[in-house]
């Protein structure tokens, strides 16, 4: 498969139209891979596709990489989970779908983190996104390599972070509380979740404002709880989960929870699970005569 | 430089005699699967299987964030009231020789234009028991900027593992010896009842052959190459900014000054800052911002550590811990750029 990837994109960068294509590549120790940006024909073999390959490279068509939107059109490799969030980008008005060239990556599943690999993708390595993933045939895409698989995704969400959903859901509201500020207690304020989420392209971040400061930026647990529930909000209908939040975070705090429990309720109350439509818009960035009335008693 | 010996089994009894005195006793322990430095209560909390913990002294040294100054604005003036912070004694046990040697990179910065006694203060009541290292990861780095597995400078104590499980202690400083002194009912005298425990083998770290130190500072120094945009908008095109690096590593000091409160009064805090953010160096008044874009402060991290720091002080800008390239989401590796730049 990988050969049909390296091929594909020195096809497209010969041609001409694609100046720059976002793929992973190997570092040099070749112990994880890394994103790479090709912009000559002779370097494609340098393209790989693996179980390490987590990153989600949509976040280099975001608005604030200035660099490389002056590389020219770009073409991306992309797993059907990253595909989700392209389409939400698409839907808002960040990235113009005739813009990009999306080379869709055929995805058996990838490692929760990369220091988990040993040699074998096994179940227990594997992040609760890829048991429950709908598109590992890309669902969206102008090019797709590796052969179609045929996974059926568990009916009800299922695996460790809606188990742990499902166990703080049944807590007292106390208990959830206390779960909530010993995790957020450890949080740096480094910012890495928001800077490492392709659908948190604020230029300037309302945390960034500071005549008046908005959300306090040390890390105290108040300033903590603040900053996470305000990007958790700030996400919720959006999120396509594709979990580098978590992966990028230094201190390891389950964001994962609060963020799919958010997806949980949008899907309830509105019926709808981001980024399977680039047409279709987030239902809490717009007004539709539709929406329900139910919650006003 | 005396020996002495440290029975594992005793920790709890030091830890115990230490903090009953009101000391803080930190250690390297699990917590939610990670390793981290906290404060710890006995022995079996503090877990000795590791390379280096996620945080470093930096924490306790020089903390995320920290109140400097309580203001009240009233009718006429704003009173202004500084805080005197009184640290308690503490131990930090378990630190690895790069972030020992990296103690001293604080203090230069910290001590330099300006005394800031919210870091000398701490400086001052924390004594470092250092641990050699008998494991290393590929991330480790260390001897390739002129640290060892086994260096003992910025450790008051130095201990190397036993095949036993033990520790052979070195006392590396007047302090160090000191509080051997202070609790030599538990340090004892060297390998007890005759016994031989021999030392662990220390790990080898094997310098990066890729790697020239000279013709990094010699790269480095020509402006020339520092405005080749091409070279080093390629090698860190992938960095997003997120600053994991900077608040992980033990060298990088940078904090912003915030006022936060309401329209009568607050407290004026003291919090960390990094140089990868995109308004870190956003100029008052015009908004110019000389590093605009995600590569020009990326490059800022490079030269500050190879070359502004060590034009200013002795003491290092980076001591090889490894933990920026652990913990990089985009595996963005500084041994790989001091590498290409070796070529160049």
């Known amino acids: 498969m990988e050969k049909a990837l390296q091929d594909k994109a020195r096809e497209l960068l010969e041609a001409g139209d694609v100046k720059v294509v976002i793929g992973y590549g190997w570092n040099k120790r070749k112990t994880q891979t890394t994103p790479v940006f090709i912009t000559d024909p002779a370097d494609v073999e340098r393209l790989v596709f693996n179980p390490l390959c987590v990153n989600n490279l949509s976040l280099y068509l975001t608005r604030q990489y200035k660099d490389i939107q002056a590389l020219g059109k770009p073409a991306i490799v992309a797993k059907g989970c990253d595909i989700r969030t392209i389409a939400v980008l698409i839907a808002e008005g960040q990235v113009a779908r005739d813009g990009i060239v999306i080379i869709g990556a055929v995805c058996n599943g990838v490692v929760y983190r990369q220091e988990l690999w040993k040699g074998e993708l096994t179940p227990e390595i594997m992040p609760t996104k890829c048991h429950n993933c709908d598109v590992r045939n890309p669902h969206i895409a102008d090019h797709i390599v590796g052969d179609p698989v045929d996974f059926q995704p568990p009916d009800d969400p299922s695996g460790m972070v809606y188990d742990k959903i499902g166990a703080l859901d049944g807590q007292e509201d106390g208990d959830r509380w206390s779960f909530w500020m010993e995790h957020f207690e450890r949080c740096v304020k480094c910012y890495a979740c928001s800077k490492i989420c392709p659908l948190c392209y604020c230029e300037r971040c309302i945390v960034e404002k500071n005549m008046p400061q908005w959300i306090e930026t040390s890390a105290h647990a108040r300033g903590n709880l603040a900053w996470n529930l305000t990007r958790a909000m700030h996400l919720a209908g959006r999120c396509t989960f594709c979990g580098e939040c978590e992966r990028a975070c230094p201190v390891d705090i389950p964001l994962n929870l609060v963020n799919q429990k958010l997806a949980l309720t949008i899907d309830d109350a509105f019926e709808y699970k981001s980024g399977y439509d680039e047409n279709e818009h987030p239902p809490l960035i717009v007004y539709s005569p539709d929406d329900e009335e139910n919650f006003i008693k | ?344």
């Open chain 2, 1 to 344: 430089m005396s020996e002495s010996y440290l029975k594992k089994e005793n920790l709890t009894k030091l830890i115990e005699a230490f903090t009953g005195g009101g000391g803080v006793f930190i250690a390297p322990t699990v917590e939610d699967r990670q390793i981290f430095y906290r404060p710890v209560s006995t022995g079996e909390e503090i877990t000795f299987d590791y390379i280096v913990p996620k945080n470093s002294h930096k924490e306790i040294l020089f903390p995320q964030t920290e109140v400097v100054a309580n203001y009240r604005i009233g009718k006429d003036a704003v009173d202004v009231e500084g805080v005197e912070i009184d640290p308690p004694e503490t131990v930090f046990f378990g630190i690895r020789p790069c972030d020992a040697a990296s103690v001293a990179s604080l203090r230069s910065v910290f001590t330099w234009d300006f005394i800031d006694t919210y870091y000398t203060k701490r400086e001052e009541k924390t004594l470092f028991i250092g641990v050699a290292c008998t494991i290393a990861d590929d991330s480790c780095f260390c001897t390739t900027v002129g640290v060892t597995p086994d260096g003992s400078e910025g450790s008051d104590l130095l201990l190397k593992e036993t095949e036993g499980g033990n520790y052979i202690v070195e006392v590396v400083t007047e302090r160090g010896g000191e509080f051997v002194k202070r609790f030599d009912d538990i340090f004892t005298g060297p390998a007890p009842g005759g016994a031989v425990d021999g030392m662990k083998p220390i790990v080898d770290v094997p310098v990066l052959e890729g790697v020239n130190r000279e013709k990094i500072h010699d790269f480095l120094k020509n402006t020339d190459h520092y405005e080749n945009n091409a070279l080093w908008g390629e090698m860190a095109r992938k960095c997003m900014g997120c600053g994991a690096c900077t608040f992980g590593c033990p060298t990088c000091h940078c904090f912003d000054i915030i006022d936060e409160g309401t329209a009568f009064g607050g407290e004026r805090r003291k919090n960390w800052d990094a140089c990868q953010f995109d308004f870190f160096t956003t100029h008052a008044g015009g908004g110019h911002n000389p590093r605009d874009t995600q590569y020009k402060r990326w490059r800022n991290r490079f030269m500050c550590k190879f070359n502004y720091y060590p034009n200013k002080f002795t003491s290092k800008g980076c001591v090889g811990c490894g933990r920026c390239i652990r913990v990089c989401p985009v595996r963005l590796d500084i041994t790989e750029v001091m590498e290409d730049i070796s070529q160049q």
